[in-house]
């Protein structure tokens, strides 16, 4: 069963058509990356999926049917527009909005608990949420989205507002969470994220279907005929390259259509060089990126 | 347990727990016990003991020498207006009048004082009248028919049933005093409710949570939940007033007494009281969450909310001219009109009662504007619950709600 199943949707609003005959479908164990430029439509086509919009045409099915209270109780939802109840201390926010997806108290609070505990909130969890830092607001947010268990995670820029160490904790916490065979969906502009996290990726422009499929396969598909070299000395004329390109700390082979990565790597092992560093170039998702929609 | 029950259980504590609410539900009973204390600390067993007024008279007619005293007023003769001036300078008497010599023919009383009035002061007037009356009927009738005179009548009226038994509810300022205070009361309550109403709709769309709570509930359970959680906090307000009422009135008449004593509750005034508190608080409910979606902030949303919230003290302010004016058509038309209808039925109610036809087209008519602005509050919510930042135009506000 696919956990996310997105089928011809289109939404527009007054003047503008904001998601365009998209369709994707996300696996369970799966760690899957929307991406897109600021008003691409990411976020309107999670309200959809989320059934907070109403498409004007298309179906989405979440963990094999139409999304109900059964199901928003298997899903864990992170808005980009996201916040909690100021004047609530933190575990009653935890326990109150676990309660609403249908985990009782006693485990709520149990769960509550060991995820403020693993996440080194737990010295804070009877003060009011006004009282912690955006960051810490972040973390609990983050707990909130996962006490539940959910077999789904639908993520909207879970990073923004993060800090490098809490930033870390959440990724290791997401593949964790991959690991243990649940689906998470990524939405975000930051691409190094995804690169780093990401099996399957949908990039959208304008509401409209750029880029889908595996990150890896992409990523090879817009690979060009390059290598990136590092020698001790002087590398000197090297036979089917046609342009070199200097940046810091190594230098960019530009091949002819006859010359192959491994033949340039045994012609400089023939002439005895010194090797740090060689690597077939791959252009990063980010430039991918800025190829497709900039 | 079901997620609406969640939501319920949940607002109904925030609200209960909130400084604001205990405050004003304890205020009440506390400001009447106050009340009572302190006329009971400055008001003594003893009658209040009143100066003898003396005011002098110039009899120029001849034959005003008897009855000089009314009540505690002294009446002493001088001779000449000009003795009466003197003594009125030296203090000896408050003010003097002159009885001219044609005054049986044609009744002018001079007065004179040192004061600047507005008028003569009735106790003054009437002390005069009587004396005047008892002095030209004396020797003539006897002196019960010269009181019947001057006191000619103690109206007694008795309100009859249809059936000609004596009723059960009497009428008066008695009848008129409670549901006025619980009128007032309600007003309060119904603006309290929408304050928190509006303010918690405001809360959560500032703090950016009505999508985090989206991704559990339904639109329709979160409203469901809110309105009935607040609902239900501020009929607790409204209970507990109700239920101090008849202590503090004990209290009150037990020290004060009086006027107390006569105060009664019109028939049918409790179940109408709570009927018309919960039409009137599900009527600004809806109304408020309608202002609570399309109001980016709080502050936009209590601005908005206090067009309605002002409107059901409208009756209040109009309660005077109830009092002269019963029957005018303004009650029936505050009666009908579902935002004032609440409080105009409470006052009405005290005052004259309300014809049947009245009471049925009231409630008929703020069933539906419930169940009306309840559709559009909804249509209202999903549209704009996740628009922040400035508030939509009133034209595609409307253009909105009708596309659905």
């Known amino acids: ?294 | 347990m079901n997620k609406t029950r969640l939501i319920f259980r949940h607002e109904f504590l925030h609200a209960i727990k909130r400084k604001g609410f205990i405050i004003l539900t304890l205020i009440v009973p506390v400001l009447a016990l106050i009340g009572i204390g302190v006329f009971q600390l400055v008001s003594t067993d003893e009658p209040p003991v009143v100066e003898t007024v003396t005011i002098g008279y110039v009899d120029e007619a001849g034959g005003f020498d008897q009855y000089t005293t009314q009540g505690y007023i002294e009446l002493v003769r001088f001779d000449t207006p000009g003795d009466a001036t003197a003594a009125l300078i030296n203090g000896d008497v408050a003010e003097y009048f002159v009885i001219p010599s044609d005054y049986l023919s044609i009744g002018v009383i001079n007065r004179y004082t040192l004061e600047r009035q507005l008028e003569t002061p009735p106790v003054i007037s009437t002390a005069i009248k009587n004396f005047l009356t008892s002095n030209i009927l004396a020797d003539k009738v006897p002196p019960e028919t010269i009181y019947r005179i001057e006191a000619p009548l103690d109206l007694v009226t008795t309100r009859l049933t249809e059936t000609g038994e004596v009723a059960t509810e009497q009428g008066g300022y008695g009848n008129v005093i409670i549901p006025f205070i619980f009128g007032l009361l309600l007003a309060l309550s119904l603006q309290a409710s929408t304050v928190y109403l509006v303010q918690g709709l405001g809360d959560e769309k500032e703090s950016r949570l009505i999508e985090v709570l989206l991704s559990s509930v339904s639109p329709r359970q979160l409203l469901t939940g809110k309105v009935l959680g607040l609902g239900a906090a501020g009929l607790v307000q409204v209970v507990v007033w109700l239920a101090s009422l008849p202590l503090l009135l004990n209290l009150a008449s037990s020290t004060i007494g009086g006027f107390f004593i006569t105060i009664q509750l019109p028939a049918n005034f409790l179940v109408l009281g709570i009927v018309y508190f919960i039409l009137g608080y599900s009527l600004f409910a809806a109304l408020s969450a309608g202002v609570g979606a399309i109001s980016p902030s709080v502050r936009e949303g209590q601005q908005l909310s206090m067009i309605y919230a002002m409107l059901v003290y409208v009756p209040l302010w109009f309660a005077s001219f109830l009092f002269i004016f019963p029957d005018s058509p303004i009650w029936s038309v505050l009666t009908i009109f579902p935002v004032t209808a609440p409080i105009a039925v409470m006052l009405r109610l005290g005052v004259t009662g309300i014809a049947a036809w009245e009471l049925a087209a009231s409630l008929a008519v703020l069933v539906l504007s419930i169940i009306l602005v309840m559709f559009l509050a909804i249509r209202a919510f999903r549209v704009y619950l996740l628009m922040y930042g400035k508030r939509p135009a009133w034209g595609e506000i409307i253009r909105n709600l009708r596309s659905g």
């Open chain 1, 1 to 294: 069963m696919l956990a996310v199943e997105v089928s011809h949707i289109t939404k527009s609003f007054a003047d503008k058509v904001a998601v365009d005959d998209l369709s994707f479908s996300v696996a369970q164990g799966e760690m899957f990356g929307l991406i897109g430029p600021n008003g691409a439509g990411k976020t309107t086509t999670i309200r959809i999926m989320m059934d907070i919009f109403e498409p004007d045409s298309g179906e989405v099915t979440i963990l094999g049917e139409k999304l109900n209270e059964a199901t928003k109780n298997r899903l864990g939802y992170l808005p980009e527009e996201r916040g909690l109840y100021k004047k609530l201390k933190v575990i009653d926010s935890i326990v109150y909005l676990a309660s609403l997806k249908g985990v009782d108290r006693q485990s709520a609070t149990a769960r509550a608990n060991e995820l403020l505990n693993q996440t080194g909130m737990l010295a804070s969890k009877n003060k009011k949420i006004e009282e912690l830092s955006r960051g810490m607001g972040q973390i609990i947010q983050f707990i909130v989205t996962i006490i539940h268990d959910p077999q789904l995670l639908i993520l909207d820029e879970p990073f923004s507002g993060l800090d490098p160490v809490n930033t870390e904790l959440l990724k290791g916490m997401l593949a964790d969470l991959r690991n243990q065979g649940k689906a998470v969906i990524l939405s975000t502009h930051q691409m190094n994220q995804v690169e780093e996290l990401c099996d399957r990726i949908l990039m959208i422009n304008n509401g409209q279907n750029i880029l889908y499929g595996d990150l890896s396969e992409i990523k090879a598909r817009y690979r060009g005929n390059s290598v990136l070299v590092d020698v001790d000395g002087e590398l000197g004329e090297v036979a089917g390259v046609t342009g070199k390109r200097t940046h810091r700390g190594y230098t960019e082979l530009m091949l002819d259509d006859k010359t192959s990565p491994q033949q340039v790597l045994a012609h400089l092992i023939s002439r005895g060089m010194v090797i740090n560093h060689f690597e077939v170039a791959t252009p990063s998702l980010n430039e991918i990126f800025l190829k497709e929609v900039g």
